[in-house]
T-cell receptor
Framework: QKEVEQNSGPLSVPEGAIASLNCTYS??????FFWYRQYSGKSPELIMF????GDKEDGRFTAQLNKASQYVSLLIRDSQPSDSATYLC?????????????FGTGTKLQVIP | DAGITQSPRHKVTETGTPVTLRCHQT?????MYWYRQDPGHGLRLIHY???????DKGEVSDGYSVSRSKTEDFLLTLESATSSQTSVYFC????????????FGPGTRLTVL
């Protein structure tokens, strides 16, 4: 089992719809969770981070964390063509006194005009 | 790209040759990272630095070495490049440690023939 798993997609949604991106992780000791957006040929940029169970909203983006079920989601409301990108989930684990970051392989999102 | 530059941006080299990639930051962040990104594997941490002359290994450090003699520069060296090291290499920085927001450089596309 991979430490961080994401469906590679592509996930296609029509413009204006809600896009739901999911990430599951295997280590119950995972403490911090990040979502990065990466446009084709570009570098990743941070969208959101979440540490506590529940929802965290920032504009059109909502991160949802469920530690009992070991998943973190990113919802994008009113999806726009400019949201078309690959979304990377990153999970932080405290391991032996050190923090370790593991990235998922990413989900490619296509927003259809 | 948050004051991060990488050089070169593209490089083609032959198997067995040494290669050095440079990351330069103007943000005065303490932590610097080198990742490689490959299809199907996502971003994987090669090495990171938590201060001048302080470095540690990531999950895929074999065949790579790093050096940091100044806060602003972090060098990644492939002592003897192999075809399996063909990849896109990203440098990242963060103010705090691994478990915090990271800012990524533009990337270097390395091809080893």
């Amino acid at each position: 089992q991979k430490e961080v798993e994401q469906n590679s997609g592509p996930l296609s949604v029509p413009e204006g719809a809600i896009a739901s991106l999911n990430c599951t992780y295997s280590d119950r000791g995972s403490q911090s969770f990040f979502w990065y957006r990466q446009y084709s040929g570009k570098s990743p940029e941070l969208i959101m981070f979440i540490y506590s169970n529940g929802d965290k909203e920032d504009g059109r983006f909502t991160a949802q964390l469920n530690k009992a079920s070991q998943y973190v989601s990113l919802l994008i409301r009113d999806s726009q063509p400019s949201d078309s990108a690959t979304y990377l989930c990153a999970v932080i684990v405290n391991s032996g006194g050190y923090q370790k970051v593991t990235f998922g392989t990413g989900t490619k999102l296509q927003v259809i005009p | 790209d948050a004051g991060i530059t990488q050089s070169p941006r593209h490089k083609v080299t032959e198997t067995g040759t040494p290669v050095t990639l440079r990351c330069h930051q103007t943000e005065n962040h303490r932590y610097m990272y080198w990742y490689r990104q490959d299809p199907g594997h996502g971003l994987r941490l090669i090495h990171y630095s938590y201060g001048v002359k302080d470095t540690d290994k990531g999950e895929v450090s074999d065949g790579y070495s790093v050096s940091r003699s100044k806060t602003e520069d972090f060098l990644l060296t492939l002592e003897s490049a192999t075809s399996s090291q063909t990849s896109v290499y990203f440098c990242a920085i963060s103010e705090q440690g691994v478990g915090n927001e990271q800012f990524f450089g533009p990337g270097t596309r390395l091809t080893v023939l």
